[in-house]
């Protein structure tokens, strides 16, 4: 079960123009978060931003009792949130979502990101990194976009980091350094979390080629947990049947043969 609590500000970084990292201390949440989670961040009790922000956990501390989470200023909700200071309290939701990562022992996965969607995949490649060989792929839109590089070097076997422009490391997007490497040898599960072109294009690579696909959807969200019906997606069961799911409820991961992005 989620909890709603104020959680104080333990920490607060910027980790370049427009991208905060914020730490807050919360026993449950740490507790009880899983990979691919998210939470509903109350950011002002003004009417303009009412509604909660929905935005990834990127790391648990379970030992100090942090969850970290990093974001891009978008709009008025983030960019309020990042005025916030260590010491505040913040009122979270969490940790939401039902379905997340399918963390296992496996031989070899691949990990691929895109922009803000690298976020919840850290807490991901921590976790699999025990026990399975980890490579991952991320891509950036530019050299000033390009966050955590040391820290998924560190949960990562093999880190591939692309630019589009070429500004930084690999030029390109990273799904095709991922398709080069499973020329040689297939994952046995890719997980990925980015913008929709990019998930697009991992769903197909996953299906065509009959290896086992998560995806994590952002999609825009208001209640969180499956009230307001504002992030429903369209999905399809083995029969071909189709169905409306809300990502903030049944997501935000999801089997990549069984949503229609
Ligand atoms: C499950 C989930 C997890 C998320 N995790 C993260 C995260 O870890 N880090 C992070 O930076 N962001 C994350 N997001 C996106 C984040 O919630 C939005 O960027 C934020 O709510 C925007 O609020 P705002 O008030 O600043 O902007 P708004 O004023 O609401 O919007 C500003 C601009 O951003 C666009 N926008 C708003 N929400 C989204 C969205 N979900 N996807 C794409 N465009 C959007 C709007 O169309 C508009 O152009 C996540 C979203 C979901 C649903």
Do not use: W
């Amino acid at each position: 079960m989620p909890i709603q609590a104020d959680c104080k500000i333990v920490g607060k970084e910027k980790l370049t123009t427009g991208i905060y990292k914020f730490s807050i201390k919360s026993k449950e949440i740490a507790e009880l978060a899983k990979p691919g989670n998210f939470l509903e961040i109350k950011v002002s009790d003004s009417l303009e931003t009412f509604l909660r922000r929905p935005i990834s956990i990127y790391n648990i501390d379970r030992e100090n009792e942090v969850v970290e989470f990093i974001f891009q200023v978008k709009g008025k909700g983030t960019e309020i949130l990042a005025e916030r200071k260590i010491g505040e309290d913040l009122n979270i939701l969490g940790p939401l979502g039902n379905g997340t990562f399918s963390v296992k022992h496996y031989k070899k996965v691949a990990i691929i990101g895109g922009g803000i969607g690298i976020y919840p995949l850290y807490e991901l490649a921590k976790t699999l990194k025990e026990n399975s060989e980890v490579n991952t792929y991320l891509g950036f839109r530019n050299k000033d976009l390009v966050t955590l590089e040391e820290e998924f070097e560190e949960v990562s076997d093999k880190l591939v980091m692309t630019t589009d422009d070429g500004s930084y490391r690999e030029k390109g997007f990273a799904i095709e350094f991922l398709k080069e490497d499973c020329k040689a040898e297939k994952p046995e599960m890719i997980f990925a979390c980015g913008p929709l072109p990019m998930l697009k294009a991992v769903q197909s690579f996953g299906i065509e080629n009959e290896i086992p696909t998560e995806l994590s959807l952002e999609e825009r969200m208001g209640c969180g947990i499956g009230a307001c019906v504002g992030c429903a997606v369209l999905t399809k069961n083995k029969d071909g049947e189709e169905k409306y799911k809300y990502v903030c409820q049944h997501g935000p991961v999801f089997n990549a043969k069984e949503v229609i992005i």
